[in-house]
Nanobody, 123 residues
């Protein structure tokens, strides 16, 4: 099956930037739709962004205009460039993948999940 490993999280000041990476291995990657979810303590895991095999993307309203998702299929990696970070962005960010080429924002539609990477934004 597919294994997903996130990296790039850390502590950043409000207004700063971080770039998260998710490396995939184990099976084919290019035909998978990919996404990012996040989960803060005591909260449900929520959708952040997704990117289809075609490169089409979508974003949650809370991050629209600040985050950019991209993928490099040759490197089996998906990225989340985060700018203008806010304290409310603080969460564990999870990479996810599904065997399909279309976009979805539904958590239950995804097949594989990484272990997560912590993002903390200080005020």
């Amino acid at each position: 099956q597919v294994q997903l490993v996130e990296s790039g999280g850390g502590l950043v000041q409000a207004g700063g930037s971080l770039r998260l990476s998710c490396a995939a291995s184990g099976r084919t990657f290019s035909r998978y739709a990919m996404g990012w979810f996040r989960q803060a303590p005591g909260k449900e895991r929520e959708f952040v962004s997704a990117i289809a095999w075609s490169g089409a993307s979508t974003y949650a309203d809370s991050v629209k205009g600040r985050f950019t998702i991209s993928r490099d299929n040759d490197k089996n990696t998906v990225y989340l460039q985060m700018t203008s970070l806010k304290p409310e962005d603080t969460a564990v960010y999870y990479c996810t993948a599904r065997l399909g080429v279309g976009l979805t924002i539904t958590r239950g539609s995804y097949d594989y999940w990484g272990q997560g990477t912590q993002v903390t934004v200080s005020s």
